[in-house]
């Protein structure tokens, strides 16, 4: 299988920027749907946004349309969310997420991927 490894977080200043990065090791990295959820504290990991293996097709969570982008690159096994106008209520854990393509829905629930990376902080200060 797939093994994912993120980083990028950080802490940063409400309204900045980050960018996180999500590294594949090995080359099956295409055959898989990538997702990115987040976890803050005391609370569920929850959706944030998903990619088809190609980027052809991308789904946001409302709570970042506009503000998060994700994108991929196969050649280098790595999937990317581009965070700007970054809020406090941003905090979490941020973890990537790999899905093989059983089927071509853009899954948001943390149940339908199997593969996980170990998570990369993210702190967004007032």
């Known amino acids: 299988q797939v093994r994912l490894v993120e980083s990028g977080g950080g802490l940063v200043e409400a309204g900045g920027s980050l960018r996180l990065s999500c590294a594949g090791t090995?080359?099956?990295?295409?055959?898989?749907?990538m997702g990115w959820f987040r976890q803050a504290p005391g609370k569920e990991r929850d959706f944030v946004a998903v990619i088809t293996w190609n980027g052809g097709r991308i789904l946001y969570a409302d709570s970042v349309k506009g503000r998060f982008t994700i994108s991929r690159d196969n050649a280098k096994n790595t999937v990317y969310l581009e965070m700007d106008s970054l809020k406090p209520a941003d905090t979490a854990v941020y973890y990537c997420a790999a899905r093989r393509l059983y089927d071509a829905a853009l899954h948001t629930s943390a149940a339908a991927y199997n593969t996980w990376g170990q998570g990369t902080q993210v702190t967004v200060s007032s």
């Open positions: 090995d080359r099956s990295f295409s055959n898989f749907a």
